[in-house]
């Protein structure tokens, strides 16, 4: 047994809400071990070198960690519409064959705390002028990323989503918490078709957040397409990296690409990018 598996035996109850962080050059997985002692919802780090932002990260996954109050407790009790509607793509942008209802798709993938509470703090600690959101899904992140730029009074949300049934019911919970917000472009349509002429028309990026199909292939696309749109020193944030569609082949290319200054694993789950 490795010292990292001995420490997490000893302290995984100890650990629930505390935020652990290792460098470790070269980059190896000690991650591994939070999902299989289940630390969440505490995080842990792995972070490949380091950088003057991780600070930020560490102290918006620290805040992250601590239970909601106010704005963030009344997204977090929100279920959304139980609505019967079909959506048309799985969870991976393939079309359906089969009648699945938005009740029966918000379960598969539904984006949760202290996931979403991570966007929001670090969103606010950004002060971003422009965001970009791959894959709206009933609007869990869209919500949190516009609370923290209300917040600040301050930036732009730009979010894509294929699947109609989805991007509507999304834009009711937005217009919910947030009915006379200036602050939201939502785009339908896939990454592919979309992506080109909205990057063109919204110039520099300062974050963004990649939460499509966890394909590799278009986990790479996305990468690709924005890099160079994203601002020096901006963040890209990309979920469900360690995904068993092996999004991880493509999470190791983007983490090595030159065009990275830094990265680093939150819980084995999302993986974010510093622009160089």
């Given amino acids: 047994m490795t010292s990292f598996a001995r420490m997490f035996r000893r302290r995984s109850v100890s650990l629930q809400r505390k935020v652990i962080w290792a460098t470790v050059p070269p980059y190896h997985r000690p991650h591994a071990?939070?999902?299989?002692f289940r630390l969440e919802p505490?995080?842990?780090?792995?972070?490949?070198?380091?950088h003057p932002l991780f600070a930020r990260i560490r102290r918006d996954l620290t805040a992250a960690l601590v239970p909601p109050q106010a704005l963030l407790a009344e997204l977090e009790t929100y279920q959304g519409e139980a609505?019967?509607?079909?959506?048309?793509?799985?969870?991976?942008?393939q079309r359906l064959d089969r009648t699945v209802?938005?009740?029966?798709?918000?379960?598969?993938?539904?984006?949760?705390?202290?996931?979403?509470r991570f966007l929001y703090y670090l969103a606010r600690d950004l002060r971003p002028e422009h965001v970009l959101e791959c894959g709206t899904g009933y609007g869990e992140s869209s919500l949190h990323i516009l609370a923290a730029l209300e917040h600040a009074n301050h930036g732009h949300l730009h979010t894509v989503e294929l699947d109609p049934t989805r991007r509507h019911l999304a834009l009711e919970a937005i217009d919910r918490f947030f009915p006379d917000?200036?602050?939201?472009?939502?785009v339908g349509g896939s990454f592919a078709d979309v992506l080109p002429e909205l990057v063109e028309s919204v110039g520099p990026l300062d974050l963004?957040?990649?939460?499509?199909?966890h394909t590799?292939?278009?986990?790479?696309?996305?990468?690709?397409?924005?890099?160079?749109?994203?601002r020096p020193g901006g963040v890209l944030i990309f979920d469900d990296v360690q995904h068993e569609k092996g999004n991880n082949r493509a999470w190791?290319?983007?983490?090595?690409?030159p065009r990275v200054a830094a990265s680093l694993e939150i819980n084995a789950r999302l993986g974010v990018c510093v622009r160089a």
């Fill in 33 to 36: 071990f939070v999902g299989r």
């Fill in 42 to 50: 505490g995080a842990f780090v792995v972070a490949d070198g380091d």
């Fill in 83 to 93: 609505s019967e509607l079909p959506v048309e793509h799985d969870p991976h942008g």
């Fill in 101 to 116: 209802t938005a009740r029966e798709d918000r379960k598969q993938i539904v984006f949760r705390p202290p996931f979403t």
């Fill in 181 to 186: 917000t200036r602050r939201l472009t939502s």
């Fill in 208 to 213: 963004v957040f990649e939460d499509g199909p």
């Fill in 216 to 230: 590799p292939e278009v986990t790479l696309d996305v990468f690709n397409r924005l890099v160079d749109a994203v």
């Fill in 252 to 257: 190791s290319e983007i983490r090595s690409d």
